[in-house]
C-alpha cells in the first residue's frame, strides 16, 4: 500500500521569494514520484518526475525536487516565485500497480 | 509523439440526460487509460481504468460507466445524469505496467449538471 501527504493546503508568497510545496509518501516499496501542476480550468502538467536515478530532479519553469528516502520526502522548490506560478499542485506516487495516488494537492498563491 | 485528446471542453446538461465523454490517445499502443473527477475545491478521485481493450475496472461505483471499444479510445458514459455528477472530468494515459514513467493527462472536460 501507499500514500502521499501533501503537508499544505494553501500556500502563500510574494512574488521573487522561495517556493516549498511539501510531499511525504508512505510505501511498501521504492516508488516513482512525480510533481504535477494544474493551472485553472486545465489539464494536469507534469513538472517533473523520480525513477531511482539522480536525487535531486529539474523539472520545467525552474521547479526542482529532492527525493530523501529517510525522510521519505519529495518536497518541491523553486528559488523565485513568478505570479505565473500560481496554480494547484499535485505529488503523486506509483509503482506495483497501475493506479497512481495522488496527494490531495497544495494551492500556491503569488502576492504581487 | 504522443498525444491525448479529450471533449467537449465544456458541457451543461439537464438531470436526468445522458452523458457520453470521449477521450482518445494518439501515438502509443496499448496505453493504460484513466478517468478521474475533480469536485470542486478537492483533489482527483480515480472513476475508471483500463489495461486493454473491454477491460474495465471501477474504482468507485457510482452513476458512470466507461468502455473501451478501441486500443486508444476510452469513453465515459452515464445513462441519467445526478446534480452530483457536477465536476471536472479529466483522461489520462501512462503506459508501462508500474507507471513508472509518469502520466500524460488531457485539458479536461467541465461538466455542469443543472
Given at each position: 500500500?501507499q500514500?502521499?501527504?501533501?503537508?499544505?493546503?494553501?500556500?502563500?508568497?510574494?512574488e521573487g521569494?522561495?517556493?516549498?510545496?511539501?510531499?511525504?509518501?508512505?510505501?511498501s516499496?521504492?516508488?516513482?514520484?512525480?510533481?504535477?501542476?494544474q493551472?485553472?480550468?486545465k489539464g494536469?502538467?507534469?513538472?517533473?518526475?523520480?525513477?531511482?536515478?539522480?536525487?535531486?530532479?529539474?523539472g520545467?519553469n525552474?521547479?526542482?525536487?529532492?527525493?530523501?528516502?529517510?525522510e521519505?520526502?519529495?518536497?518541491?522548490?523553486k528559488?523565485?516565485?513568478?505570479?505565473?506560478?500560481a496554480a494547484e499542485?499535485?505529488c503523486?506516487?506509483s509503482?506495483?500497480?497501475?493506479?497512481p495516488t495522488?496527494?490531495?494537492?497544495?494551492s500556491?498563491?503569488?502576492?504581487? | 509523439?504522443?498525444?491525448?485528446?479529450?471533449w467537449?471542453?465544456?458541457?451543461?446538461?439537464?438531470?436526468?440526460?445522458?452523458?457520453s465523454l470521449?477521450?482518445?490517445?494518439?501515438g502509443t499502443?496499448?496505453p493504460?487509460?484513466?478517468?478521474?473527477?475533480?469536485?470542486a475545491g478537492r483533489?482527483?478521485?480515480l472513476l475508471f481504468?483500463?489495461v486493454?481493450?473491454?477491460?474495465?475496472?471501477s474504482?468507485?461505483?457510482?452513476?458512470?460507466s466507461a468502455?473501451?471499444?478501441?486500443d486508444?479510445?476510452f469513453?465515459l458514459?452515464?445513462?441519467?445524469?445526478?446534480?452530483s455528477?457536477?465536476g471536472?472530468y479529466?483522461?489520462?494515459?501512462?503506459?508501462g505496467?508500474?507507471?513508472?514513467?509518469?502520466?500524460?493527462?488531457?485539458?479536461g472536460?467541465?461538466?455542469?449538471?443543472?
Amino acid at each position: 500500500a501507499q500514500s502521499v501527504t501533501q503537508l499544505d493546503s494553501h500556500v502563500s508568497v510574494s512574488e521573487g521569494t522561495p517556493v516549498l510545496l511539501r510531499c511525504n509518501y508512505s510505501s511498501s516499496y521504492s516508488p516513482s514520484l512525480f510533481w504535477y501542476v494544474q493551472h485553472p480550468n486545465k489539464g494536469l502538467q507534469l513538472l517533473l518526475k523520480y525513477t531511482s536515478a539522480a536525487t535531486l530532479v529539474k523539472g520545467i519553469n525552474g521547479f526542482e525536487a529532492e527525493f530523501k528516502k529517510s525522510e521519505t520526502s519529495f518536497h518541491l522548490t523553486k528559488p523565485s516565485a513568478h505570479m505565473s506560478d500560481a496554480a494547484e499542485y499535485f505529488c503523486v506516487a506509483s509503482g506495483g500497480s497501475y493506479i497512481p495516488t495522488f496527494g490531495r494537492g497544495t494551492s500556491l498563491i503569488v502576492h504581487p | 509523439s504522443q498525444t491525448i485528446h479529450q471533449w467537449p471542453a465544456t458541457l451543461v446538461q439537464p438531470v436526468g440526460s445522458p452523458l457520453s465523454l470521449e477521450c482518445t490517445v494518439e501515438g502509443t499502443s496499448n496505453p493504460n487509460l484513466y478517468w478521474y473527477r475533480q469536485a470542486a475545491g478537492r483533489g482527483l478521485q480515480l472513476l475508471f481504468y483500463s489495461v486493454g481493450i473491454g477491460q474495465i475496472s471501477s474504482e468507485v461505483p457510482q452513476n458512470l460507466s466507461a468502455s473501451r471499444p478501441q486500443d486508444r479510445q476510452f469513453i465515459l458514459s452515464s445513462k441519467k445524469l445526478l446534480l452530483s455528477d457536477s465536476g471536472f472530468y479529466l483522461c489520462a494515459w501512462s503506459y508501462g505496467t508500474l507507471g513508472n514513467y509518469g502520466y500524460t493527462f488531457g485539458s479536461g472536460t467541465r461538466l455542469t449538471v443543472v
